[in-house]
C-alpha cells in the first residue's frame, strides 16, 4: 500500500495522464480523487463518469454535451461532462466498456483537446486532465480488438495498479 500511495504521490502535481487499474471495489475512484485533490487542478471540478453505466448514445451526449434539437427529447442545449470538468479533471472509470465509435472520440479529444457537441458544428476545447479506470486487463482487451491501441496508449502514460483487497488485510 505504501508503494501505491508514493505513487499517488508523485504523478498527482504531473499534469500526466493517468490509468488506474484494478479489481472491481478496489478503491479506483478513491484513487483518482486523491490525484486530483493533489494536484495543481485541485481548485477546478473534478467529474466523474462512469462509462459502463450509460448507453453509446447517451454516453457521447453525456461527455459531449448536445445542442437543441440534436436528438428526440434535446429540447435545450446542455453542457457535456468535458465542459463541466474544464480546468479541472475528468475521470472516466470503466473505461473498457466503451464502444469502438466512442473510443475513437476519446482518443481524438485527449489528442487534440477538441471536441464537438452532438448536433452541434462548433469545435470546443477541453483544458481537462483525464484519469481512466478499468477492472480488465486493457493489454488483453487490445490483443483481442476491444480495445484502440492507441487509445491505451494514450490513457497509459502512467498506470497505477491497485492491489485486489485480499492483499491489503488493513483495509479490510
Avoid: W
Avoid at 91 to 113: G, Y
Amino acid at each position: 500500500m505504501k508503494a501505491l500511495i508514493d505513487m499517488v504521490a508523485m504523478v498527482a502535481p504531473s499534469e500526466a495522464t493517468v490509468l488506474i487499474t484494478g479489481e472491481s471495489g478496489t478503491g479506483k475512484e478513491l484513487i483518482a480523487r486523491s490525484i486530483h485533490s493533489n494536484s495543481r487542478r485541485s481548485k477546478a471540478p473534478c467529474v466523474i463518469v462512469n462509462c459502463a453505466a450509460l448507453a453509446e448514445s447517451l454516453l457521447e451526449s453525456e461527455l459531449f454535451g448536445h445542442e437543441k434539437g440534436a436528438f428526440t427529447g434535446a429540447d435545450k442545449r446542455r453542457e457535456g461532462r468535458f465542459q463541466q470538468a474544464e480546468g479541472g479533471t475528468l475521470f472516466l472509470d470503466e473505461i473498457s466498456e466503451t464502444s469502438p465509435a466512442m473510443q475513437a472520440k476519446l482518443l481524438r479529444v485527449i489528442q487534440e483537446r477538441e471536441f464537438q457537441r452532438v448536433g452541434g458544428d462548433e469545435t470546443l476545447t477541453a483544458d481537462v486532465r483525464i484519469l481512466a479506470a478499468t477492472n480488465r486487463d486493457l493489454r488483453e482487451e487490445v490483443k483481442q480488438g476491444n480495445v484502440r491501441e492507441d487509445l491505451f496508449y494514450r490513457l497509459n502514460v502512467v498506470m497505477v495498479e491497485v492491489p485486489p483487497l485480499r492483499a491489503r488485510h488493513d483495509d479490510i
